[in-house]
């Protein structure tokens, strides 16, 4: 059974930096389509980065520029490395894990990150 667990959160002070991981196990990593979503209070979970197996990465308008998600598929993890950081980003981050043409999907349990001066 895959598992996703996420690290790095935390408080951070608008214009800081974060970088979230993502450690998976129990899956063959370098096969998913791997993705960071984020969910504000009363909001709609939404999807702020993605990565495929190849390494295309794609990105919400409202964190392009600022934010970057990368994968290490020997340590099977997913990074998102966050600048500039807004009271906006202020949201529990979740991992994705995606096997695409199938229903195997994965998720992690999510990490808090507050932007706050």
């Known amino acids: 059974q895959g598992q996703l667990v996420e690290s790095g959160g935390g408080l951070v002070q608008p214009g800081g930096s974060l970088r979230l991981s993502c450690a998976a196990s129990?899956?063959?990593?370098?096969?998913?389509?791997m993705g960071w979503y984020r969910q504000a209070p009363g909001k709609q979970r939404e999807l702020v980065a993605g990565i495929t197996r190849s390494g295309t990465t794609n990105y919400v308008d409202s964190v392009k520029g600022r934010f970057t998600i990368s994968r290490d598929n020997g340590k099977k993890t997913v990074y998102l490395q966050m600048n500039s950081l807004k009271p906006d980003d202020t949201a529990v981050y979740y991992c994705n894990a995606r096997l695409l043409g199938t229903t195997a999907e994965f998720w992690g349990q999510g990490t808090q990150v507050t932007v706050s001066s």
């Open positions: 129990g899956i063959m990593f370098s096969m998913y389509a």
